[in-house]
């Protein structure tokens, strides 16, 4: 994504920046509400552990609903077409199930203030350090991923410098995190999620009546692109070619259970705003819900992803002046009138913002308690720790700025990101399940199978792929299997070192193996938790049933 269309300009006026104004104004306003319930450091990091499952579960989603979700997903469907409905129904509601039915008891019950100090009570210190850093500087690169499209985003649509861009965007993330602390980045990510909301419903009704509704858009885009286009599984075969370059084996095993687990269930990013639900029910809830809103958020990025796809017909084609990533600038100056337009830009910059939020704060958060007061000044007081993820905040966002140019050296955002992801998150993956539901999984075999698993994944892709061993059709493509690669590796390197070394005391292990009894007191549910519809199971399962019955229609 190395720049949008050459002079895509929208007709904003005076309207249109009064509410983006607004919008600015009311995101401090928050920060500054919320710098009042920050006294503690765990105010500060987790909120104190005291919100609603509602507020979590919004934010549980907002915080993904960043650059990728927005331009990224946009450009797959203007692209790939329907095959984009597998990165949500396949690619994150059964991880987000589990997630919350499996994983979350682990995180909450063992008090962790991040994912990867839960390494150090499952393995060791090695685990735990090498696990920091690299969360720490993967939440740091993705982070910049945000700032960088945000700034040739705003250049493009607003003649705005790159430079001003980033600035104005960084500075005011900065302002709210380094004043109200987690709880001013989770209320603002839920009042971003109904911005990006009322940003993309009327330019997908919008953008739905100008082609002569689905039926329309079906007929248009399988006449020009092919019947498979407006298929999720069409064309998957294996041994079939498709643009997406990859089979319904390496879609189910390399994105629906490896990149998607990998991502959901370890990324620390998302567990934050569930460690910061008032209790364990709330906290198992907080990516249930999550999951209903994320299943159906597909149809507002596909959609005008499909329709960019008629109106522009020559999108992203060599010559043409445009890219896939311009599929919803494109729609908003093709479509929106002023004022709608106006919160149509400002649902794009909420959604830069909340990617970009999500990862400072948790960096922060990792930075300070895995990494300096574990292994650099330890036994300070809680007012010292409070003060020094502040200064931390700033030192994040000033290396996301200098990250965003990385991003520059990808031609499309998302492949960047899912190769982010295949490299740091899904040896993380392994490890966790391995040690989750295996007791002899020894101490050392956490820090050399996360080695191994991420070394793996990238000699895959720069060397095995880029250097053209194998031969695979697209970055995407790669990407799967590189995940793959990554988990079978970093699984039989735990396998054969706790073979050779020693395993954790069992009696160490309580409440961090599965099987086993947490030796906390087990908690009284909060009034009101055990009505029917809280049901953590429920929820778990009808998101999976609602979003297997979601592919019948684009299965055949």
């Not at 919100?51 to 915080?63: D, K, Y």
């Not at 910061?276 to 596909?302: W, Y």
């Not at 960019?308 to 990533?325: R, W």
């Not at 020894?442 to 080695?451: A, D, E, I, N, T």
Request: net charge neutral; glycine share 10%; charged share 10%.
């Amino acid at each position: 994504m190395h720049s949008l269309a050459s002079g895509l300009r929208l007709p904003t006026n005076g309207l249109d920046y009064t509410i983006l104004a607004i919008y600015f104004a009311v995101v401090l306003g928050i920060g500054f509400a919320a710098r009042a319930s920050v006294r503690t450091s765990l105010d500060f990091f987790l909120s104190g552990r005291s919100l609603p499952a509602w507020v979590t579960g919004l934010a549980f989603v907002a915080a993904n609903l960043g650059a990728t979700e927005i331009l990224g997903m946009a450009a797959t469907g203007a692209q790939y077409g329907v095959a984009v409905v597998h990165w949500y129904w396949i690619g994150a509601i059964p991880a987000m199930v589990f997630l919350g039915l499996v994983m979350m008891p682990f995180y909450y019950r063992s008090k962790v203030r991040s994912v990867p100090e839960f390494l150090l009570h499952r393995f060791d210190k090695s685990a735990h350090l090498l696990s920091s850093i690299l969360f720490a500087f993967s939440a740091v690169l993705i982070a910049g991923v945000n700032l960088y499209a945000l700034s040739i985003v705003v250049e493009a649509l607003l003649g705005w410098p790159q430079w001003v861009a980033i600035v104005v965007a960084g500075l005011f993330v900065l302002i709210y995190i380094t004043i109200g602390g987690l709880s001013s980045a989770i209320y603002n990510e839920v009042l971003q999620f109904f911005v990006i909301l009322a940003a993309l419903i009327p330019l997908t009704v919008l953008g739905l009546k100008r082609v002569g509704g689905w039926d329309g858009l079906s007929d248009s885009l399988t006449s020009s692109h092919g019947a498979n286009f407006m298929t999720a599984w069409g064309g998957t075969g294996i041994g079939d070619a498709n643009p997406l370059g990859a089979n319904w084996l390496t879609i189910i095993l390399g994105l629906g259970f490896v990149l998607s687990f990998g991502y959901w269930t370890t990324n620390f990013a998302e567990v934050q705003r569930a460690l910061s639900a008032k209790n364990l029910s709330a906290a198992q809830r907080t990516p249930l819900i999550a999951a209903f809103p994320k299943m159906f958020i597909v149809f507002l990025v596909m959609i005008p992803g499909l329709v960019a796809a008629v109106i522009v017909p020559n999108i992203g084609t060599a010559g043409s002046g445009t890219t896939y990533n311009d599929a919803i600038p494109l729609l908003m100056r093709e479509l929106l009138p002023n004022g709608v337009l106006g919160i149509a830009v400002t649902g794009l910059l909420a959604a830069f913002m909340a990617g970009m939020a999500a990862n400072v704060s948790s960096f922060n958060t990792v930075f300070t308690t895995d990494i300096w007061a574990r292994y650099v000044k330890k036994d300070e007081s809680d007012a010292y720790y409070l003060r020094f993820g502040r200064g931390i905040t700033v030192v994040g966002v000033l290396a996301s700025i200098g990250t965003a140019f990385i991003a520059a050296s990808f031609s499309n955002i998302m492949s960047y990101l899912q190769t982010l992801f295949s490299f740091f998150n899904v040896p993380l993956f392994v490890v966790f399940v391995i040690g989750m539901f295996w007791k002899r999984a020894s101490m050392k075999s956490g820090v050399w199978g996360l080695l191994a698993g991420t070394t793996a994944a990238m000699v895959n892709y720069f060397v095995i792929y880029k250097q053209g061993i194998i031969d695979i059709p697209s970055d995407q493509g790669a990407n799967f299997v590189s995940a793959i690669v990554g988990f079978v590796a970093g699984a039989v390197v735990m396998v054969v070192v706790t073979l050779f070394t020693a395993p954790r005391p069992e009696a160490e292990l309580a409440g961090l193996v599965y099987g086993t009894e947490s030796p906390e007191a087990d908690e009284v549910p909060a009034e009101g938790d055990d009505a029917w519809y809280r049901r953590p199971a429920l929820l778990g399962w009808g998101a999976i049933v609602l979003a297997a019955l979601c592919y019948v229609p684009y299965s055949f």
